[in-house]
T-cell receptor, first 110, second 113 residues
């Protein structure tokens, strides 16, 4: 089983729609969770950290479900500029390493 | 501006050649990392360094080497022993290794010709 698994998509949504997707992780000792955004042929950039109680940053909402070992990202009122690949990142418990999902691609159409 | 600078952005390597990718950061971060990204795959860790003069192998270190002689510099050498080096290489850093957010450089595209 992969350490971090994501639905690759693509999720094709119209502008203004809400889109949500999950990421599952295998290590129950994982303690830090992040969503990164990666544009085509560019470096990943931090979108938001994910906290135990869930958190929002503008139109983006992240949730953590420790019991089922998944995190989610919801994008409200989608913009064309939200088109990107979203990477789920999880630390490996007490290890110094991070595990990256292969990404979920979102395409927002006019 | 503070950040991570990688060079070159594009590099072509002939069979049997060693090449070195440069990574410099001015964020005063202790930890630095090298990742490799292949199409349709998650980033894979090549090497990481928690502190100057120390580095550890990641998940796919074979065919690569690094050094960490200065806090701000973490160059990666792709040796001829790496049989499939064509990929997007990303250098990253964080305040300390482990749970903190990591920040990436713009990446280097390496192609074998």
């Amino acid at each position: 089983r992969k350490e971090v698994e994501q639905d690759p998509g693509p999720f094709n949504v119209p502008e203004g729609a809400t889109v949500a997707f999950n990421c599952t992780y295998s290590n129950s000792a994982s303690q830090s969770f992040f969503w990164y955004r990666q544009d085509c042929r560019k470096e990943p950039k931090l979108l938001m950290s994910v906290y135990s109680s869930g958190n929002e940053d503008g139109r983006f909402t992240a949730q953590l479900n420790r019991a089922s070992q998944y995190i989610s990202l919801l994008i409200r009122d989608s913009k064309l500029s939200d088109s990107a690949t979203y990477l789920c990142v999880v630390n490996r418990g007490n290890d110094y390493k991070l595990s990256f999902g292969a990404g979920t691609t979102v395409t927002v159409r006019a | 501006d503070g950040g991570i600078t990688q060079s070159p952005k594009y590099l072509f390597r002939k069979e049997g050649q060693n090449v070195t990718l440069s990574c410099e950061q001015n964020l005063n971060h202790d930890a630095m990392y090298w990742y490799r990204q292949d199409p349709g795959q998650g980033l894979r860790l090549i090497y990481y360094s928690q502190i100057v003069n120390d580095f550890q192998k990641g998940d796919i270190a074979e065919g690569y080497s690094v050094s960490r002689e200065k806090k701000e510099s973490f160059p990666l050498t792709v040796t001829s022993a790496q049989k499939n080096p064509t990929a997007f290489y990303l250098c990253a850093s964080s305040i300390v290794a482990g749970r903190n957010t990591i920040y990436f450089g713009e990446g280097s595209w390496l192609t074998v010709v």
